[in-house]
C-alpha cells in the first residue's frame, strides 16, 4: 500500500498567521484529498487535488481560505490561511491506491493544529 | 448523495470476547464500496477491512470482518478477540466505484473501549 507522510505533525498558531501542510506518496497517485476533523467529529472533506488541474472544492471551503498545490504526482500542499480558532484540526491527506486488485483509500498521520 | 449512520457512540466490549460495530448507509449509486478505519488517539486514520457492493462473499481481514447486509443497507464491522489495542474510535466511511466523485462520506464514528 502506498505509504503517506505529512509535515508538520502538529502545530501551535496564533491567530491571523498561516500554516502549509506537506504530504509526500511513496508512488505516484492520480487523485490526492484533504480531510479536515474538527475536535471529536468526523472527517469532512476539504477539496480534491489532482495533478495539473485546479482543485475541486467542497461546499463551505473555499480556495482563498485553503489554497493546494499539486505540483507533480507524489505531492501535495494545503495551506490553511488566516487562521482563527475554529481551525484547530486534525488535517488529513489521502490517496487512492489499489489493494488485492481493488482500489481503496489510505490516509496519512495527520496534522495536528491548535490556533491560539 | 451518500450517507452513513452510525448509532453507537460508544461501545464496551471485554478483553477477548466479540464485538459488532453498527453501520447503515444510503446511496443511489449502482456500484459502491464500504471502507471501515481505526483512528487511536495518536489521530492517524488505519485503513481496515473493504467490500465492495457486488461482492457476493463478506470481506475478512484476520480479526476484522464485515457483515454486509445489502437488502439492509447494512456494513457491520466484526471484531473478534478484542484486545486492549483495539480501543479507538472506528468510522464508516462509502463512496461511489464509478464516477470521478472518488472521495469517501464518513460516518459519526463508535468510540470502542476494550476492557480488561
Known amino acids: 500500500s502506498a505509504v503517506i507522510s505529512q509535515k508538520p505533525s502538529r502545530d501551535i498558531c496564533q491567530r491571523g498567521t498561516s500554516l502549509t501542510i506537506q504530504c509526500q506518496v511513496d508512488s505516484q497517485v492520480t487523485m490526492m484529498f484533504w480531510y479536515r476533523q474538527q475536535p471529536g467529529q468526523s472527517l469532512t472533506l476539504i477539496a480534491t487535488?489532482?495533478?495539473?488541474?485546479?482543485?475541486?472544492?467542497e461546499s463551505g471551503f473555499v480556495i482563498d481560505k485553503f489554497p493546494i498545490s499539486r505540483p507533480n504526482l507524489t505531492f501535495s500542499t494545503l495551506t490553511v490561511s488566516n487562521m482563527s480558532p475554529e481551525d484547530s484540526s486534525i488535517y488529513l491527506c489521502?490517496?487512492?491506491?489499489?489493494?488485492?486488485?481493488?482500489?481503496?483509500?489510505?490516509f496519512g498521520p495527520g496534522t495536528r493544529l491548535l490556533v491560539l | 448523495a451518500q450517507k452513513i449512520t452510525q448509532t453507537q457512540p460508544g461501545m464496551f466490549v471485554q478483553e477477548k470476547e466479540a464485538v459488532t460495530l453498527d453501520c447503515t448507509y444510503d446511496t443511489s449509486d449502482q456500484s459502491y464500496g464500504l471502507f471501515w478505519y481505526k483512528q487511536p488517539s495518536s489521530g492517524e486514520m488505519i485503513f481496515l477491512i473493504y467490500?465492495?457492493?457486488?461482492?457476493?462473499q463478506n470481506a475478512t481481514e484476520g480479526r476484522y470482518s464485515l457483515n454486509f447486509q445489502k437488502a439492509r443497507k447494512s456494513a457491520n464491522l466484526v471484531i473478534s478477540a478484542s484486545q486492549l489495542g483495539d480501543s479507538a474510535m472506528y468510522f464508516c466511511?462509502?463512496?461511489?466505484?464509478?464516477?470521478?466523485?472518488?472521495?469517501?462520506?464518513f460516518g459519526s464514528g463508535t468510540q470502542l473501549t476494550v476492557l480488561p
Open positions: 466511511a462509502m463512496r461511489p466505484i464509478s464516477g470521478s466523485a472518488r472521495q469517501l462520506t
Open positions: 467490500q465492495g457492493s457486488y461482492d457476493e
Open positions: 489521502s490517496v487512492e491506491d489499489v489493494l488485492a486488485g481493488r482500489e481503496t483509500q489510505y
Open positions: 487535488a489532482n495533478q495539473g488541474s485546479e482543485a475541486t472544492y
